[in-house]
T-cell receptor, first 112, second 111 residues
Framework: NAGVTQTPKFQVLKTGQSMTLQCAQD?????MYWYRQDPGMGLRLIYY???????DKGEVPNGYNVSRLNKREFSLRLESAAPSQTSVYFC???????????FGPGTRLLVL | GEDVEQSLFLSVREGDSSVINCTYT??????LYWYKQEPGAGLQLLTY?????DMKQDQRLTVLLNKKDKHLSLRIADTQTGDSAIYFC???????????FGGGTRLMVKP
């Protein structure tokens, strides 16, 4: 039982490049989330998926797209990376009605 | 809108108690959480409290909730160097649902 896994761990992009961050969970959770973490700002929700087949915008969705590929996987795509998207990205999953979200180890992204 | 605020930094000596404070603005918050983040790692849930509770104790951790003042605190008794980390408070309307995080408090424990 690996919990929530994320790939890659680190990535350096040039401005304008695209990439997809992968997230998978093996806890059979319905809900999955993408957050970004910036110094002094805590975590801010980018997108979430309440169940397979649904996605909704969070607090800071601009510049991102997501895909809930199946119940296990929830990917985050940057179509044209910008330096302002330099951040640490966390994926999380939860089961509605249960008290906790489980977080992955994070992806550290640097956009030059 | 929702806003969760924490002080940025706290330094204590090993063996002392640490108290990390948090204020929130959404009076309809149902669950309030404390997460711990160690360097280079993801967030780990430490404890949570339901909004109809005033206090929750779990080993060295004590959570106090003052719903009238919208103030949440985390007390760590007998703080150890392994407690050095960033601590985030968070709120949600429903269990397991979207979280709103504070900016995090960096706790430094000096030997």
């Amino acid at each position: 039982n690996a919990g929530v896994t994320q790939t890659p761990k680190f990535q350096v992009l040039k401005t304008g490049q695209s990439m997809t961050l992968q997230c998978a969970q093996d806890m059979n959770h319905n809900s999955m989330y993408w957050y970004r973490q910036d110094p002094g700002m805590g975590l801010r929700l980018i997108y979430y998926s309440a169940s397979e087949g649904t996605t909704d915008k969070g607090e800071v969705p601009n510049g991102y797209n997501v895909s809930r590929l199946n119940k296990r996987e929830f990917s985050l795509r940057l179509e044209s990376a910008a330096p302002s998207q330099t951040s640490v990205y966390f994926c999380a999953s939860s089961e509605p009605g249960r008290e906790t979200q489980y977080f992955g180890p994070g992806t550290r992204l640097l956009v030059l | 809108g929702e806003d969760v605020e924490q002080s940025l930094f706290l330094s204590v000596r090993e063996g002392d108690s640490s108290v990390i404070n948090c204020t929130y603005t959404d009076s309809s918050s149902t669950y309030l959480y404390w997460y711990k983040q160690e360097p280079g790692a993801g967030l780990q849930l430490l404890t949570y409290i339901f909004s109809n509770m005033d206090m929750k104790q779990d080993q060295r951790l004590t959570v106090l909730l003052n719903k009238k003042d919208k103030h949440l605190s985390l007390r760590i008794a007998d703080t150890q160097t392994g407690d050095s980390a960033i601590y985030f408070c968070a709120e949600s309307l429903n269990a397991g649902n979207m979280l709103t995080f504070g900016g995090g408090t960096r706790l430094m424990v000096k030997p």
